[in-house]
């Protein structure tokens, strides 16, 4: 579905059309002018084509002991051949070069990047990036650096939400590849953790088909590399994107090996990717069922106290139970307060205490992988506060206070998942306890050895006060529960 084939009341909101602000002048392909964009400077190597003060770069202002000494156990990695893929015909299109450049410099100009571990980017190769695509994905990918304007400028037309120029296909692998290099240097223990700050993004981009921004997916394919390589069992993915990651979801609906969770704005199936496949509803499928955990927003200026009252609720619960070796959050800044797209009022101070408290479920091992975000600043301040929570910064206490209409999507996303995590008991109404006891208990009855006598082993009897399970074994021995009141059980070998 190619957003430019339908009206603008049909199509999904949240993700601008193909040409920007333009997108609804008539562009002449016959006589088409490409704009030249500014050869982008070496972030990590040039600090003079930043063009920051050189006082600035040699302050030593707001650098904490603690992001002091943290000895480089945080990895970055970037590569400005990121930057090549741009829009042929506007330089106001939303997903656009600066938005990896703007926070480069933000986090050399604070000297972040001084305390952190820089890691040696590289393309994603074949084998790696058909583990999530067909090859025929790649091999469309492959054929843009050989397109004229006319046949570039058809792709994006023909597809939803993307836009193509002759360097895409090398960037993508150098976005996918770079989350390589870093995921390989966190699960070799060259590092701790670390942030990788690269476009084009990569969540909307499913199997075999580019979209939403995307052509491939970066932390799908992050994942696979882990699972393969390392031996890596759970593997869980976050995404804070204030859209729905409908490719990582599609990667991994049959996998209990990753646990998805999302955050985003699903405005009753009306908000960017669109559709059903954003409801809570969708848990996941065969033996990834129970796996995947949608949490949808309905409207706009969900805040900081939203965010943490699903934390609370449902993701750390789920997350500590799940007990992952490693966490991936897809960080997609335009759920942040100023987004043109997301309208939502999340701060960088949020950002921050999200990326702690997830630190917390897997000993530290937290990959950062940049997805959207649209506001300059707003992705600037919420990549570098998320790394300063990586390295060990505290965080803030934010109260876990929801909107009426947050409580209400946070209780229906936990009226579908809260059968399949012993942590969400409390979520779950009586008839579903009396289900699940009645459940346990005939499968006990079922499964308890019997006696040397041949008679079989007394089932649990249920006293008017006290649920009384009346025989279990211990040390090889069976045991036999006897209630002597309602407050003295005893104990005896059978």
């Given at each position: 579905?190619?957003?430019?084939?339908?009206?603008?009341?049909?199509?999904?909101?949240?993700?601008?059309?193909?040409?920007?602000?333009?997108?609804?002048?008539?562009?002449?392909?016959?006589?088409?002018d490409?704009?030249?964009?500014?050869?982008?400077?070496?972030?990590?190597?040039?600090?003079e084509?930043?063009?920051?003060?050189?006082?600035?770069?040699?302050?030593?202002e707001?650098?904490?002991?603690v992001?002091?000494?943290?000895?480089?156990?945080?990895?970055?990695?970037?590569?400005?051949?990121?930057?090549?893929?741009?829009?042929?015909?506007?330089?106001?299109?939303?997903?656009?070069?600066?938005?990896?450049?703007?926070?480069?410099?933000?986090?050399?100009?604070?000297?972040?990047?001084?305390?952190?571990?820089?890691?040696?980017?590289?393309?994603?190769?074949?084998?790696?990036?058909?583990?999530?695509?067909?090859?025929?994905?790649?091999?469309?990918?492959?054929?843009?650096?050989?397109?004229?304007?006319?046949?570039?400028?058809a792709v994006?037309?023909?597809?939803?939400?993307?836009?193509?120029?002759?360097?895409?296909?090398?960037?993508?692998?150098?976005?996918?590849?770079?989350?390589l290099?870093?995921?390989?240097?966190?699960?070799?223990?060259?590092?701790?953790?670390?942030?990788?700050?690269?476009?084009?993004?990569?969540?909307?981009?499913?199997?075999?088909?580019?979209?939403?921004?995307?052509?491939?997916?970066?932390?799908?394919?992050?994942?696979?590399?882990?699972?393969?390589?390392?031996?890596?069992?759970?593997?869980?993915?976050?995404?804070?994107?204030?859209?729905h990651?409908?490719?990582?979801?599609?990667?991994?609906?049959?996998?209990?090996?990753?646990?998805?969770?999302?955050?985003?704005?699903?405005?009753?199936?009306?908000?960017?990717?669109?559709?059903?496949?954003?409801?809570?509803?969708?848990?996941?499928?065969?033996?990834?069922?129970?796996?995947?955990?949608?949490?949808?927003?309905?409207?706009?200026?969900?805040?900081?106290?939203?965010?943490?009252?699903?934390?609370?609720?449902?993701?750390?619960?789920?997350a500590?139970?799940?007990?992952?070796e490693?966490?991936?959050?897809?960080?997609g800044?335009?759920?942040?307060l100023?987004?043109?797209?997301?309208?939502?009022?999340?701060t960088?101070?949020?950002?921050?205490?999200?990326?702690?408290?997830?630190?917390?479920?897997?000993?530290?091992?937290?990959?950062?992988?940049?997805?959207?975000?649209?506001?300059?600043?707003?992705?600037?301040?919420?990549?570098?506060?998320?790394?300063?929570?990586?390295?060990?910064?505290?965080?803030?206490?934010?109260?876990?206070?929801?909107?009426?209409s947050?409580?209400?999507?946070?209780?229906?996303?936990?009226?579908?998942?809260?059968?399949?995590?012993?942590?969400l008991?409390?979520?779950?109404?009586?008839?579903?306890?009396?289900?699940?006891?009645a459940?346990?208990?005939?499968?006990?009855?079922?499964?308890?050895?019997?006696?040397?006598?041949?008679?079989?082993?007394?089932?649990?009897?249920?006293?008017?006060?006290?649920e009384?399970?009346?025989?279990?074994?211990?040390?090889?021995?069976?045991?036999?529960?006897?209630?002597?009141?309602?407050?003295?059980?005893?104990?005896?070998?059978?």
């Amino acid at each position: 579905m190619g957003v430019t084939e339908s009206n603008e009341d049909d199509r999904p909101d949240g993700h601008d059309t193909q040409n920007g602000d333009h997108a609804n002048e008539p562009i002449d392909i016959e006589n088409i002018d490409v704009i030249e964009h500014e050869t982008v400077p070496s972030v990590i190597d040039d600090l003079e084509k930043l063009n920051i003060p050189k006082d600035a770069a040699d302050s030593d202002e707001e650098i904490s002991p603690v992001l002091k000494t943290s000895g480089r156990q945080t990895g970055i990695v970037y590569d400005d051949i990121m930057t090549s893929h741009h829009h042929l015909f506007t330089q106001s299109h939303p997903e656009r070069p600066n938005r990896v450049i703007r926070t480069m410099e933000l986090l050399k100009q604070s000297r972040l990047l001084s305390c952190l571990h820089t890691v040696t980017p590289r393309d994603v190769t074949f084998q790696e990036a058909t583990a999530c695509h067909t090859p025929d994905h790649w091999n469309f990918l492959a054929s843009l650096p050989d397109m004229k304007n006319r046949e570039l400028y058809a792709v994006g037309e023909s597809h939803d939400s993307i836009y193509v120029n002759n360097s895409t296909f090398s960037a993508a692998k150098r976005a996918a590849g770079s989350l390589l290099a870093l995921t390989e240097d966190v699960l070799s223990g060259k590092v701790r953790n670390g942030a990788a700050v690269i476009r084009p993004p990569g969540h909307h981009c499913e199997a075999d088909y580019p979209m939403g921004f995307c052509f491939l997916g970066n932390v799908p394919i992050a994942c696979h590399y882990a699972m393969t390589n390392y031996n890596v069992k759970r593997i869980l993915v976050f995404d804070w994107d204030i859209h729905h990651g409908n490719g990582t979801q599609q990667m991994f609906y049959n996998d209990n090996r990753v646990l998805y969770i999302s955050i985003h704005r699903y405005d009753n199936g009306g908000f960017y990717p669109g559709g059903s496949r954003m409801s809570s509803e969708m848990v996941g499928k065969g033996v990834g069922e129970g796996y995947n955990l949608n949490i949808g927003w309905n409207g706009t200026h969900k805040t900081d106290g939203d965010y943490m009252a699903a934390f609370h609720a449902l993701i750390l619960p789920i997350a500590h139970e799940f007990q992952p070796e490693l966490v991936f959050i897809s960080a997609g800044f335009d759920s942040g307060l100023g987004d043109p797209l997301g309208r939502c009022d999340v701060t960088s101070e949020c950002y921050g205490l999200m990326t702690s408290l997830l630190r917390n479920t897997c000993n530290g091992r937290v990959i950062i992988a940049l997805e959207g975000g649209y506001n300059l600043s707003t992705v600037a301040n919420g990549m570098k506060t998320s790394i300063e929570a990586l390295m060990g910064e505290s965080q803030n206490s934010i109260a876990p206070i929801p909107s009426i209409s947050a409580e209400q999507s946070i209780q229906l996303a936990a009226k579908h998942i809260c059968k399949y995590w012993q942590s969400l008991w409390y979520h779950r109404d009586a008839s579903d306890v009396t289900d699940r006891r009645a459940e346990e208990e005939e499968e006990e009855e079922e499964s308890f050895p019997v006696r040397e006598d041949g008679v079989a082993a007394p089932t649990a009897a249920i006293d008017s006060t006290f649920e009384v399970i009346s025989n279990f074994r211990f040390r090889g021995e069976v045991l036999k529960v006897e209630m002597v009141s309602n407050i003295s059980p005893r104990i005896r070998v059978i």
